[in-house]
Nanobody
Framework: QVQLVESGGGLVQAGGSLRLSCAASGSIFSIRAMGWYRQAPGKQRELVADITIGGVTNYADSVKGRFTISRDNAKNTVYLQMNSLKPEDTAVYYC??????????????WGQGTQVTVSS
């Protein structure tokens, strides 16, 4: 089992910044990718950004140029730097880890979520 601990959410005014962190621990064999998703009230969960073990990143169009994802492989930690925040960024942000074990068995783990609220 892999446990994820998220931190860094909160309340910020529009135009402000926040940095989210997600640390993975437990029985880790290999983490292939780490990423952030978000879910606003009444909406489906959507990808914000993800990053592979090799550092290849992928962003939702809505956050390109404002958010930056990074990871520390040695610490099994992924970060999301969010700048120029907008009210529409308000959501619960979830960390997701793609874990791979022997035999290429892939398992997805989710964090508990952290609230990000952007006031106008």
């Amino acid at each position: 089992q892999v446990q994820l601990v998220e931190s860094g959410g909160g309340l910020v005014q529009a135009g402000g910044s926040l940095r989210l962190s997600c640390a993975a621990s437990g029985s880790i064999f290999s983490i292939r990718a780490m990423g952030w998703y978000r879910q606003a009230p009444g909406k489906q969960r959507e990808l914000v950004a993800d990053i592979t073990i090799g550092g290849v990143t992928n962003y939702a169009d809505s956050v390109k140029g404002r958010f930056t994802i990074s990871r520390d492989n040695a610490k099994n930690t992924v970060y999301l730097q969010m700048n120029s925040l907008k009210p529409e960024d308000t959501a619960v942000y979830y960390c997701r880890v793609v874990h791979v074990t022997i035999g290429n068995i892939m398992t997805y783990y989710w964090g508990q979520g952290t609230q990000v609220t952007v006031s106008s």
